[in-house]
């Protein structure tokens, strides 16, 4: 364990089911970031949360929708997915913005 | 798009030093270089990161060149748990991953 954990670690839903991914760190870091890694693809930046507030939002369709409730827990909320979006989603956080990423071992998504 | 250009692949001898290069000719003075590297389907693993100087740690040594555009990762004594993906980024907060490097050690 990294100190990043991600929950669950597999799942597969269907394009018309809801599912939440989600994140916690204890390291006391204050920046929480999510990327997604599609297969043979670099990691694409998706969203930046520093102290709780989201900071970057790179162009990501609103049928994912990140929730930050405090400095520790980083959500992704999906809804009406593609197949397209399967991919491994990781999550990582940093002690503050400029600093090394501590990630987490990702969840491996399914879209069926 | 990634700041910074790797070398696709490399091959190393277990045992040997593995010399990883990045291009990073256009960094910014307050942009740091990083490197982690990402084992088959797992997050991925802070290696070092440095600004001007050259670091060390315990699972490697960063040179960066005087003008700060490149750098090279070096892992001393690879082993064959060393094989995996090696990305050299460059920024601040907001890391945009390239291709990376495909380390491959061989026995």
């Known amino acids: 364990e990294t100190g990043v954990t991600q929950t669950p670690r597999h799942l597969v839903m269907g394009m018309t089911n809801k599912k939440s991914l989600k994140c916690e760190q204890h390291?006391?870091?204050?920046?929480m970031y999510w990327y997604k890694q599609s297969a043979k693809k670099p990691l694409e930046l998706m969203f930046v949360?520093?102290?709780?507030?989201?900071?970057e939002n790179n162009s990501v369709p609103s049928r994912f929708s990140p929730e930050c409730p405090n400095s520790s827990h980083l959500f992704l909320h999906l809804h009406t997915l593609q197949p397209e979006d399967s991919a491994l989603y990781l999550c990582?956080?940093?002690?503050?913005?400029?600093?090394?990423?501590?990630f987490g071992s990702g969840t491996r998504l399914t879209v069926v | 798009d990634a700041k910074t250009t790797q070398p696709p692949s490399m091959d190393c001898a277990e045992g040997r030093a593995a010399n990883l290069p990045c291009n990073h000719s256009?960094?910014?003075?307050?942009?740091?270089v990083y490197w982690y590297r990402q084992i088959h389907s797992q997050g991925p693993q802070y290696i070092i990161h440095g600004l001007k100087n050259n670091e060390t740690n315990e699972m490697a040594s960063l040179i960066i060149t005087e003008d700060r555009k490149s750098s090279t990762l070096i892992l001393p004594h690879a082993t064959l748990r060393d094989t995996a993906v090696y990305y050299c980024i460059v920024g601040t907060y907001k890391y945009i991953f390239g291709t990376g490097t495909r380390l491959k050690v061989l026995a």
């Open positions: 949360y520093s102290l709780e507030e989201r900071v």
């Open positions: 256009t960094i910014s003075g307050n942009e740091y």
């Open positions: 990582a956080s940093s002690q503050q913005t400029g600093d090394g990423y501590t």
């Open positions: 390291l006391g870091h204050n920046a």
